[in-house]
């Protein structure tokens, strides 16, 4: 597996577009690669969730709070993220990647889940009632907080599953997704938005480093030029206007 490493941020919606743009290579070439990066303040919107009638509004308060709207590649509802939480791709190049969803959700998140348990948190999969974005393999602490929250996109011959570890500055994530769940009618519970750092003591290098721990890699490799821009091209899909 191909390990990128990034600590400097980029405009969201261009790193956004970096993981779409990195999908779409993994599906040409084949072959296995992780990205760990540290995002800007980010609401990430899913598709389904800028055709709810109170869309601009969710957009408004994401604004209001300090955090830049996209829409993001893979599926689900609004997450929010921001430099005190550790992003994560991991593309995979698959000759049937809608038939291993299941399994991919399911072994990344044991995997995170096993992350961060070595730091100490008391970490399982399952969703939490309440949650925002829900699913079957969030990674909760003590089953009563969402900690990290994975969706997949596939393409033909390859799949992002993306994730975001949320570490420190839970408060912010809370404030910001309280109301945006509330423009888009979503229900949602503020006490199920938590980070590690409530749980444990431990930095975003102490996840990260957990993270590539638990993958087993160590080496890594720039995004390429050509990658850039390809996500240059690919901008308009992610980008928010209004």
């Not at 540290?38 to 609401?43: G, S």
């Not at 990344?108 to 974005?133: D, M, N, Q, T, W």
């Not at 910001?176 to 938590?194: H, I, K, P, S």
């Amino acid at each position: 597996m191909i390990l990128i490493r990034e600590t400097e941020p980029r405009p969201p919606a261009l790193e956004a577009a970096v993981s779409h743009a990195l999908v779409e290579e993994v599906a040409q070439s084949g072959g296995a690669l992780l990205r760990l990066y540290r995002p800007a303040p980010t609401l990430a919107f899913g598709r389904l969730d800028a055709l709810r009638p109170g869309f601009p509004d969710a957009v408004a308060a994401a604004r209001a709070h300090g955090f830049e709207p996209v829409i993001r590649a893979p599926g689900g509802h609004a997450v929010a993220y921001h430099e005190g939480c550790v992003g994560i791709d991991e593309l995979l190049g698959e000759a049937d990647p809608i038939a291993g969803m299941h399994d991919r959700f399911a072994a990344s998140g044991e995997l995170l889940a096993g992350a961060l348990r070595s730091l100490g948190v008391v970490a399982k999969v399952g969703a939490v009632p309440g949650e925002f974005c829900p699913g079957e393999f969030t990674v909760n602490a003590r089953g009563a907080v969402k900690l990290v929250g994975t969706a997949q996109r596939v393409v033909r011959h390859a799949s992002l599953l993306a994730a975001s570890v949320a570490v420190s500055g839970a408060e912010r994530l809370r404030e910001v997704l309280v109301d945006v769940y509330a423009a888009l009618e979503l229900d949602m519970r503020a006490e199920t938005v938590g980070g590690v750092a409530d749980e444990v003591s431990a930095s975003v290098e102490d996840v990260e480093a957990a993270v590539l721990s638990a993958y087993g890699v160590t080496e890594s490799v720039a995004v390429s030029a050509a990658t850039l821009e390809r996500a240059a091209r690919l901008l308009p899909r992610h980008e928010l206007q209004h």
